[in-house]
T-cell receptor
Framework: DSGVTQTPKHLITATGQRVTLRCSPR?????VYWYQQSLDQGLQFLIQ???????AKGNILERFSAQQFPDLHSELNLSSLELGDSALYFC????????????FGPGTRLTVT | TQLLEQSPQFLSIQEGENLTVYCNSS?????LQWYRQEPGEGPVLLVT?????EVKKLKRLTFQFGDARKDSSLHITAAQPGDTGLYLC?????????????FGGGTRLMVKP
């Protein structure tokens, strides 16, 4: 158990809908990272927050957004969902800003039908 | 196109055999991480290598970082069924746009008893 929690574990929704994925980092960690893992693209970095501020952006679509709240939990919002958004979404956390040692949560499996 | 190329993509071996997984790039990384991921779970950090030429051992696993810090290898001695899983390498780079991990496509290992 990495100490990072993610909810929900599974999510099934229809195209065009909007969903919110939630992540709580390990106790004491200020950085949160979001990743998407699909069969054809592998594990792709989406976005990073440190203590509430956006710090790095990867291959995140404009339909996707994220935020980190004062209690340090983070939410990833996915809107206008398409079939191709079906994937595993992972949250990771670290103590330092932009650290290379990241601890991953169990993921949320999103299925868009 | 993956910035980090892992080979082989799939490997099926018998218990007791040795194997090597490779992670190659044309880019230089500040450090390189190896993760192992099991079905339905998030990646678990195995090791970080930082210095060119560095070798780290974790029981039967030996990790090496290339002299030029562009490539790495993971060698498993006397593989066991418990080693089965997806092995991911990840390169860490500091950039103006933010520090981030870039993952390879993964090597799926199956060790048969």
């Amino acid at each position: 158990d990495s100490g990072v929690t993610q909810t929900p574990k599974h999510l099934i929704t229809a195209t065009g809908q909007r969903v919110t994925l939630r992540c709580s980092p390990r106790s004491g960690d200020l950085s949160v990272y979001w990743y998407q893992q699909s069969l054809d693209q592998g594990l792709q970095f989406l976005i990073q927050y440190y203590n509430g501020e956006e710090r790095a952006k990867g291959n995140i679509l404009e339909r996707f957004s994220a935020q980190q709240f004062p209690d340090l939990h983070s939410e990833l919002n996915l809107s206008s969902l398409e079939l191709g958004d079906s994937a595993l979404y992972f949250c990771a956390s670290s103590t330092q800003d932009g650290s290379y040692e990241q601890y991953f949560g169990p993921g949320t499996r999103l299925t868009v039908t | 196109t993956q910035l980090l190329e892992q080979s082989p993509q799939f490997l099926s071996i018998q218990e007791g055999e040795n194997l090597t997984v490779y992670c190659n790039s044309s880019s230089v990384f500040s450090s390189l991480q190896w993760y192992r991921q099991e079905p339905g779970e998030g990646p678990v950090l195995l090791v970080t290598v930082v210095t060119g030429g560095e070798v780290k051992k974790l029981k039967r696993l030996t990790f090496q970082f290339g002299d030029a810090r562009k490539d790495s290898s993971l060698h498993i001695t006397a593989a066991q069924p418990g080693d089965t899983g997806l092995y991911l390498c990840a390169g860490y780079r500091r950039a103006r746009a933010g520090n981030m991990l870039t993952f390879g496509g993964g090597t799926r290992l199956m060790v048969k008893p």
